[in-house]
């Protein structure tokens, strides 16, 4: 499962086919930060930068993103709303897509995964990364929050089964999940390759998802009131 999408999807359609309360996680095992990158030669250095570039130029700077009411479209919403900067988002079909597109220069920047980020770090420049400390494997890129703009932007990657799994199949699934999720040489290879580890169990993963449902509401309503 990847969150925000399965919490995203069915708010912001109604053909969606599934519900999120009907998805039963296991476990979350993951997260990779959303960060804001240009490209090294764009002469944009910083957030302060960026925003200015966005204010003098309204709706002219191009964003890769991947899909629409994804955590990369909702990380989009919320830094125009924040700043108060217009910006044009260009949906990719993927990850690998979206990085290509930016890369190829068919986007003047990317809100992209922290794993791509860090595998292209030579050549682009991360202003703003969506964790909600410092991201370990980009030690200098400071989170959104300390840029200033109150937000947080992460794909969360678990597992779940369908309703009404037996206890006894969850619980082996768990046990098994977090065994895997809580060995320090796995939480080490995630950090190297961009990630951030979690090992959050079924209870804690069902109140997490709650959470964020509430949460994703409340932003929508936000963002679609405020447009």
Avoid: C, W
């Avoid at 597992?159 to 699934?173: C, D, S």
């Avoid at 320090?184 to 951030?196: A, H, L, R, T």
């Avoid at 936000?222 to 447009?227: I, S």
């Amino acid at each position: 499962i990847n969150i925000p999408h399965i919490i995203l999807q069915p708010l912001a359609n109604d053909d969606t086919g599934y519900e999120t309360e009907q998805i039963e996680p296991v476990s979350i095992f993951q997260a990779t930060p959303i960060g804001l990158a240009v490209k090294k030669d764009s002469g944009i250095e910083t957030m302060e930068d960026f925003i200015a570039e966005a204010k003098e130029k309204p709706g002219q700077i191009t964003i890769a993103g991947s899909g629409t009411y994804s955590g990369h479209h909702l990380a989009f919403l919320q830094l125009q709303e924040l700043a108060d900067i217009e910006l044009q988002y260009i949906d990719f079909t993927g990850a690998a897509s979206q990085v290509q597109g930016f890369l190829g220069g068919n986007a003047m920047a990317i809100l992209g995964n922290s794993n791509d980020l860090v595998n292209y770090q030579d050549d682009i420049n991360v202003l703003a990364i969506g964790s909600e400390e410092q991201f370990e494997p980009l030690p200098d890129v400071p989170t959104f929050k300390e840029a200033g703009y109150e937000m947080t932007a992460s794909i969360d990657r678990g597992v779940a089964v369908p309703p009404e799994t037996p206890e006894v199949i969850k619980n082996k699934l768990e046990a098994a999940f977090l065994e895997i999720a809580n060995d320090e040489s796995i939480q080490e290879q995630m950090k190297e390759e961009g990630f951030e580890p979690k090992a959050m169990g079924v209870e804690e993963a069902k109140a997490y998802i709650e959470a964020k449902t509430e949460e994703y509401k409340t932003l929508l309503d936000g963002l679609e009131n405020d447009g």
